[in-house]
Protein backbone atom coordinates (compact mmCIF):
# COMPACT_ATOMS: atom_id res chain seq x y z
CA UNK A 1 0.00 0.00 0.00
CA UNK A 2 1.04 3.90 -0.76
CA UNK A 3 -0.09 7.03 0.69
CA UNK A 4 -0.84 9.86 -2.12
CA UNK A 5 -1.40 13.21 -0.44
CA UNK A 6 -2.19 16.20 -2.23
CA UNK A 7 -3.99 19.47 -2.02
CA UNK A 8 -1.58 22.04 -0.89
CA UNK A 9 -0.88 25.36 -1.38
CA UNK A 10 -0.78 28.89 -0.77
CA UNK A 11 -3.44 30.40 0.77
CA UNK A 12 -4.35 33.47 3.12
CA UNK A 13 -5.20 33.50 6.42
CA UNK A 14 -8.98 33.09 6.95
CA UNK A 15 -9.26 30.56 3.51
CA UNK A 16 -9.58 26.89 3.37
CA UNK A 17 -8.22 24.53 1.79
CA UNK A 18 -8.65 20.69 1.46
CA UNK A 19 -6.11 18.05 1.19
CA UNK A 20 -6.68 14.42 0.00
CA UNK A 21 -4.51 11.34 0.85
CA UNK A 22 -5.26 8.42 -2.13
CA UNK A 23 -4.42 5.12 -0.89
CA UNK A 24 -3.35 2.78 -3.41
CA UNK A 25 -3.81 -1.20 -2.27
CA UNK A 26 -6.28 -2.45 0.65
CA UNK A 27 -6.32 -0.64 3.87
CA UNK A 28 -7.13 -2.95 6.62
CA UNK A 29 -10.72 -2.04 8.28
CA UNK A 30 -8.61 -1.70 11.44
CA UNK A 31 -6.84 0.72 10.29
CA UNK A 32 -6.27 4.40 11.53
CA UNK A 33 -5.54 7.30 8.96
CA UNK A 34 -3.98 10.22 10.67
CA UNK A 35 -2.70 13.60 9.38
CA UNK A 36 0.26 15.05 10.70
CA UNK A 37 2.50 18.16 9.44
CA UNK A 38 6.18 19.57 10.29
CA UNK A 39 6.56 23.31 10.50
CA UNK A 40 10.50 24.41 9.20
CA UNK A 41 12.46 23.90 12.42
CA UNK A 42 9.90 21.93 14.62
CA UNK A 43 9.08 18.36 14.86
CA UNK A 44 6.19 16.43 13.00
CA UNK A 45 3.10 16.90 14.85
CA UNK A 46 -0.14 14.88 15.35
CA UNK A 47 -2.93 17.08 13.20
CA UNK A 48 -5.73 14.39 13.35
CA UNK A 49 -6.95 10.73 12.66
CA UNK A 50 -9.86 8.93 11.73
CA UNK A 51 -10.51 4.96 12.14
CA UNK A 52 -11.03 3.49 8.91
CA UNK A 53 -14.22 1.29 9.54
CA UNK A 54 -15.66 3.69 12.04
CA UNK A 55 -16.30 7.33 12.44
CA UNK A 56 -14.00 8.16 15.58
CA UNK A 57 -12.16 11.17 15.43
CA UNK A 58 -9.50 12.77 16.90
CA UNK A 59 -8.20 16.00 16.70
CA UNK A 60 -5.04 17.86 18.11
CA UNK A 61 -6.70 21.04 20.37
CA UNK A 62 -5.08 23.96 18.14
CA UNK A 63 -7.34 22.70 15.05
CA UNK A 64 -10.64 20.94 16.76
CA UNK A 65 -13.45 23.33 15.32
CA UNK A 66 -11.69 24.50 11.82
CA UNK A 67 -10.47 21.14 10.28
CA UNK A 68 -12.54 18.17 9.85
CA UNK A 69 -10.82 14.50 9.18
CA UNK A 70 -13.08 12.25 6.62
CA UNK A 71 -12.97 9.23 4.57
CA UNK A 72 -14.38 7.68 1.91
CA UNK A 73 -14.11 4.24 1.86
CA UNK A 74 -14.72 3.56 -1.93
CA UNK A 75 -12.13 5.74 -3.08
CA UNK A 76 -9.55 4.72 -0.45
CA UNK A 77 -9.18 8.53 0.61
CA UNK A 78 -8.87 10.10 3.81
CA UNK A 79 -9.27 13.97 3.06
CA UNK A 80 -8.51 16.54 5.76
CA UNK A 81 -10.87 19.96 5.28
CA UNK A 82 -9.11 23.03 6.64
CA UNK A 83 -11.00 26.35 7.59
CA UNK A 84 -10.02 29.26 9.21
CA UNK A 85 -6.42 28.84 8.24
CA UNK A 86 -3.94 30.74 10.48
CA UNK A 87 -0.18 31.66 9.53
CA UNK A 88 0.36 29.06 12.46
CA UNK A 89 -0.67 26.22 10.42
CA UNK A 90 1.90 26.37 7.35
CA UNK A 91 3.89 23.39 7.63
CA UNK A 92 4.05 20.51 5.42
CA UNK A 93 1.27 17.83 5.99
CA UNK A 94 1.43 14.03 5.79
CA UNK A 95 -0.70 11.09 5.79
CA UNK A 96 -0.37 8.17 7.33
CA UNK A 97 -1.60 4.67 8.04
CA UNK A 98 -1.13 2.57 11.25
CA UNK A 99 -3.07 -0.19 13.11
CA UNK A 100 -3.12 2.19 16.86
CA UNK A 101 -5.61 4.35 17.59
CA UNK A 102 -2.60 6.84 18.89
CA UNK A 103 -1.70 10.00 18.00
CA UNK A 104 2.24 9.58 18.45
CA UNK A 105 4.03 9.69 15.05
CA UNK A 106 5.84 6.12 16.20
CA UNK A 107 2.49 3.96 15.91
CA UNK A 108 2.55 4.91 12.29
CA UNK A 109 4.32 2.57 9.84
CA UNK A 110 3.05 3.99 6.19
CA UNK A 111 3.36 7.17 5.10
CA UNK A 112 2.81 9.49 2.21
CA UNK A 113 5.06 12.40 0.61
CA UNK A 114 4.09 15.72 2.05
CA UNK A 115 1.97 18.27 0.54
CA UNK A 116 3.27 21.54 1.75
CA UNK A 117 0.26 24.44 2.72
CA UNK A 118 1.72 27.56 2.95
CA UNK A 119 -1.13 30.02 4.92
CA UNK A 120 0.05 34.06 4.32
CA UNK A 121 -1.01 36.56 7.31
Known sequence: VQLQASGGGLVQ???????????????????????????????????ALIRWS?????????????????????????????DVLKAEDTAVYYCAAGSQYDSSPLSYKLWGQGTLVTVSS
Open 13 to 47: AGDSLRLSCAASGRIFSSSVLAWFRQAPGKEREFV
Open 54 to 82: RDTTYYTDSVKGRFTISRDNAKNTVYLQM
